[in-house]
């Protein structure tokens, strides 16, 4: 069994999201966790406490949510869960991996991009999780990916056919080109990446990932799939 777990706030691009969640799984049965984060209320008021917590949804988020829902009661082997979370910490965010046995974060580039502190460290969270990420990009062409592009982060112990097997053995993406880490060049490298993924049509990239200390900061660094555009499979070292 298939376990998905996408935090959102349900703007528009949870659709996307959870389509692609019903993609990965095949024809496996599923579960899609919606996780919805908030503040606790900073009172000793159980009353304020009470009345804080019953936030209510916009009209548009009713709209996500509902479309969200009609897509999973037509398709056969998915149930979808809504989570309210109130509060968050890193014991907290790994009970919940667990408790749902969840087998990939999806994280929307709308999340991302969210400015409340409590979103922000959810992703950062997520990154020292040893779940995959599926970071989807910017733009969402299709939800079922199969070439993949491969950065080799240059501090990794790892070999490119080490995580083609973890790829053959959780999914169905197959490695067709590679390159080292590129954060530092990208602006030299784009004409090349930009040749490799056409002339070898690639949908997806493929990254690896250490844990790394939590940091707030005033300037967000963009990800791989904000310049590409192109959805980024996130792969915890230790897991590979």
Aim: charged share 25%.
């Amino acid at each position: 069994m298939k376990n998905f777990l996408i935090p959102t706030t349900l703007k528009d691009d949870t659709i996307c999201a959870v389509k692609s969640a019903i993609s990965q799984a095949k024809d496996c049965n599923c579960e899609i966790i919606l996780m919805m984060v908030a503040e606790t209320p900073d009172s000793f008021s159980s009353s304020f406490f009470l009345r804080e917590m019953k936030t209510g949804l916009t009209i548009s988020q009713e709209e996500v949510l509902e479309t969200c829902r009609y897509m999973i009661d037509h398709t056969k082997n998915c149930k979808i869960k809504i989570h309210n979370q109130y509060g968050l910490s890193s014991p907290i965010f790994k009970r919940v991996i667990e408790h749902f046995s969840v087998k990939l974060v999806i994280l929307t580039n709308s999340y991302k991009q969210e400015t409340k502190r409590i979103h922000q460290y959810l992703v950062q969270l997520a990154g020292n999780q040893k779940c995959p990420i599926l970071h989807l990009g910017t733009e969402q062409i299709k939800n079922d990916f199969n070439k993949a592009l491969y950065i080799e982060n240059s501090g990794a112990q790892l070999h490119v056919k080490d995580v083609q097997q973890f790829l053959s053995e959780n999914f169905s993406y197959e490695i067709v080109s590679q390159t080292s880490k590129i954060d530092d060049n990208y602006d030299e490298l784009a004409p090349f990446l930009s040749e490799a993924i056409s002339k070898y049509e690639i949908d997806l990239l493929v990254e690896t990932r250490k844990g790394e200390k939590i940091k707030f900061k005033k300037t967000k660094k963009q990800d791989m799939n904000e310049k590409l555009g192109l959805p980024v499979l996130s792969l915890y070292e230790e897991m590979v």
